[in-house]
């Protein structure tokens, strides 16, 4: 990944008008790659996301003997020339899986059931989130891994065995670590059961019966007992809008002065919703369309509409819904009448940075009244940021999107440093957010 590039953004000239079809949704791109990849024939997928985390993870498979054809130039339509669960080849080299934790964390599952070794890297980012979530789990299981810290961080090494199913109770809402177990369960002897402290996102066990694979629930378990194959669908795999990225619309189209913008088939999957709800209960204009159903997901259109939101606390059972979101949500509780509260988010913390201190550090250099808590924060809302500053996104992608939200209501532009990483996982960013009007630039990308 590249961690350069500079963002140049702000203030919003007028309000924000207009259509916007966002790129597909980066959670599932990641796992239509790899079911399709184990599957038993040749499965179409479209609205990919081509971003850096998701080409990551089909240039993995790839290296391990896996087909992958591009059918059109954008790279959001393509077909996998799936291999079958136990068709993969050793590697030749290092598996990168460059920023993309999702990609690492569930990959390990597969790589732990293989004939074979193979070892697992990523950028520096990556290098520094924990890995013992998926570890200590996957050893239970049989798996053989070492890795740096005793395998609590990359590289692994994993040298491929015979797996057990088990039940493993989870102490952190993560739905990487459930995804990790249950794609490691394809391979088990016996069932494996995953029970949850709180529901998390749920694209792996709505994708996986697309290919045959059924997954039950069992009171607070999800249960897999593994039926030894999966078969690629005769249905085309159609990946809905990313709502990670819709939020960064619908935050600036509440915040901005005479704002109504409409964002198309977004995802609306419950376990993906959350922040919807937090706009919602600070009172933004959001309406939604009758929802449709796309593959195993829901979707509708939304219309955001300005409006003046307000402060609230968080309800707890949103957190993991809209861990990804707050960034940005943080941009509009600094703009809000009142005051903001987050508790019980400590892992904003690993993410590609701490984006609590990242986002702390950002907002109030460009004038935002936040305070840093050890699971979350406290923002009192100003009617307009400061601006005039330069910030450190550090290389994550959602910083540097949320704070260019930001600077549409700041007095001065904001300069936002590290920003290339959007690549990762919304590469239209920029002209999308042009084209409804948001005054956001990349200087060195220009022609």
């Known amino acids: 990944m590249n961690s350069g590039g500079t963002l140049v953004a702000g203030p919003a000239r007028q309000g924000l008008q207009g259509r916007v079809t966002v790129s597909g949704d980066k959670s599932m791109s990641h ?31 790839q290296s391990m003997g896996v087909t992958i054809e591009f059918l059109n130039p954008q790279k959001t339509s393509l077909r996998v020339h799936g291999v079958g669960l136990h068709g993969l080849r050793e590697p030749e080299r290092v598996l990168d899986a460059g920023n993309a934790g999702t990609a690492a964390r569930l990959i390990s599952g597969i790589l732990a059931a293989q004939d074979f ?13 924990p890995m013992m979530r998926i570890v200590a789990p996957l050893r239970a299981m049989g798996a ?13 090494a994993i040298r491929g065995s015979s797996l ?38 749920d694209h792996t066990e709505r994708m996986l019966p697309l290919f045959g694979q059924a997954v039950q629930r069992d009171g607070d378990d999800i249960v897999l007992q593994p039926c030894g194959h999966l078969t690629a669908p005769q249905d085309v795999v159609h990946i ?20 109504s913008v409409q964002l198309t088939a977004v995802g609306t999957n419950p376990r993906r919703d959350g922040w919807r709800r937090i706009l919602q209960a600070m009172q933004a204009d959001i309406t939604l369309s009758p929802a449709a159903d796309v593959g195993s997901e829901t979707v509708a259109d939304m219309r955001v ?31 809000a009448d ?41 923002i009192r809302g100003k009617e307009r940021l400061k601006g005039g500053v330069t910030v450190d996104a550090q290389g994550d992608h959602r910083i540097a999107m949320a704070m260019a939200i930001a600077a549409q209501c700041a007095e001065q532009p904001i300069t936002i440093t590290h920003a290339a990483a959007i690549a990762t996982s919304f590469p239209a960013f920029v002209p999308l957010a042009q084209a409804v009007g948001m005054n956001v630039a990349m200087p060195e990308a220009a022609p």
């Open 117 to 129: 070794h193979s070892v697992l890297v990523g950028d520096a980012s990556l290098h520094r989130r």
């Open 240 to 259: 809905p809008a990313d709502p990670s990225s819709a939020a960064f619309f619908a935050v600036a189209a509440s915040l901005v002065s005479g704002s």
């Open 31 to 61: 796992r239509s790659i790899m079911l399709a990849a184990l599957a038993e024939g040749v499965t179409e997928i479209q609205g990919f996301l081509a971003g850096e985390d998701n080409l990551s993870t089909a240039s993995m498979f």
């Open 338 to 378: 009142g005051e903001f509260i987050l508790q019980g988010a400590e892992e904003l913390r690993v993410k590609e940075s701490d984006r609590i201190a990242c986002m702390v550090n950002a907002l109030r250099a460009a004038g935002a009244d936040i305070e840093e808590r050890p699971d979350g924060v406290r």
């Open 164 to 201: 057990q199913g088990m039940r493993h109770e989870m102490h952190v809402a993560s739905a990487q670590v459930k995804s990790c177990i249950l794609l490691a369960g394809l391979y088990a002897n016996g069932e494996t059961r995953v029970r949850e402290p709180r529901p998390t996102r």
């Open 305 to 335: 509409t300005a409006s003046r939101l307000q402060g609230i606390t968080v309800d707890p059972a949103d957190v993991p819904d809209a861990i990804d979101e707050f960034p940005v949500l943080f941009v509009a509780a600094a703009l």
């Open 144 to 156: 053989h891994i070492d890795g740096r810290d005793g395998g609590n961080y990359l590289p692994l």
